[in-house]
């Protein structure tokens, strides 16, 4: 991975922008994600969240289990306005 290797597509968030704000202090995912706004676009942080705890990983010199993925809060799956207008009351 570059510095311009982008972790999370849905908030075009680079792997240096990342870096950046663990430099700052952040130093949790739910602290990035607050930050950042990291794992809060349509994909609910299904690819950038993982990517994210390697690099905290990398730069605190810890293992991944002894960072906690944030909990995702519904919707889980992005549901389409289509299928939410077609349900019947």
């Known amino acids: 991975m570059t510095e311009k290797t982008f972790i999370c597509r849905c908030e075009d968030l680079t792997k240096q922008e990342i870096e950046q704000a663990i430099d700052e202090g952040y130093t949790t995912l739910e602290e990035l994600k607050c930050k950042l706004r990291l794992g809060m676009g ?48």
């Open 42 to 89: 349509p994909c609910q942080g299904r690819g950038c969240l993982l990517l994210t705890r390697r690099i905290l990983c990398q730069k605190q010199g810890k293992k991944p289990t002894e960072i906690n993925i944030p909990t995702t809060r519904p919707p889980e799956i992005p549901v389409s306005l289509g299928t939410l207008a077609s349900e019947q009351p």
